[in-house]
T-cell receptor, first 114, second 113 residues
């Protein structure tokens, strides 16, 4: 069966520090991968999506970046965090070439920037 | 403007009672509509997925309906349990926008004993 792991679960970082959130998927090949951010009382906001290794599409200009160094690994990064980067970050995957397929989410990472 | 609007924002119901959540959307062209359940501090979990031709789908005590003509969907929870306390999110997929799901803000449901 397929599983998705996301870590760390919680993170408290000072403004200006770097960030790295990691997501891995097991039990499938060539998945579509997503990073979302969820603000309180708001819908999920798509940050990045990837259809393959090294292929990243950004939806929202910001100081975050994403990378996909391996087929089932998706990393969200920042060189210098801002206060506004605080939020709940979710990684998700779906079967490749399946826009209408089910989206599976990780457990989320709660980031607090102080 | 958000293309997926959910109502109410929150509701409190007594254990054992039924409730219905609403989702109105303007996403076009429409591909499918999904309902997710999100426990506090956890990732969303899919409850149902409905395409244009489906107007009802059940998953245990959860029943979703879809009216593609009026662009409305509802999620009905029967005989609520304490474990139903969560945020319920309506998600609509556009037929021409790969990867671009439109998320509602969610309805926060609290089931009390």
């Amino acid at each position: 069966s397929q599983t998705i792991h996301q870590w760390p679960a919680t993170l408290v970082q000072p403004v200006g520090s770097p960030l790295s959130l990691e997501c891995t998927v097991e039990g499938t090949s060539n998945p579509n991968l997503y990073w979302y951010r969820q603000a309180a009382g708001r819908g999920l906001q798509l940050l990045f999506y990837s259809v393959g290794i090294g292929q990243i599409s950004s939806e929202v200009p910001q100081n975050l970046s994403a990378s996909r160094p391996q087929d089932r690994q998706f990393i969200l990064s920042s060189k210098k965090l801002l206060l506004s980067d605080s939020g709940f970050y979710l990684c998700a995957w779906e079967e490749g070439q399946a826009n209408t397929g089910e989206l599976f989410f990780g457990e989320g990472s709660r980031l607090t920037v102080l | 403007k958000n293309q997926v609007e959910q109502s109410p924002q929150s509701l409190i119901i007594l254990e054992g009672k039924n409730c219905t959540l609403q989702c109105n959307y303007t996403v076009s062209p429409f591909s499918n509509l999904r309902w997710y359940k999100q426990d506090t501090g956890r990732g969303p979990v899919s409850l149902t997925i409905m395409t244009f031709s489906e107007n009802t789908k059940s998953n245990g005590r959860y029943t979703a309906t879809l009216d593609a003509d009026t662009k409305q969907s509802s999620l009905h929870i029967t005989a609520s349990q304490l474990s139903d306390s969560a945020s319920y999110i309506c998600v609509v997929s556009a037929g021409d926008s790969w990867g671009k799901l439109q998320f509602g803000a969610g309805t926060q449901v609290v089931v009390t004993p």
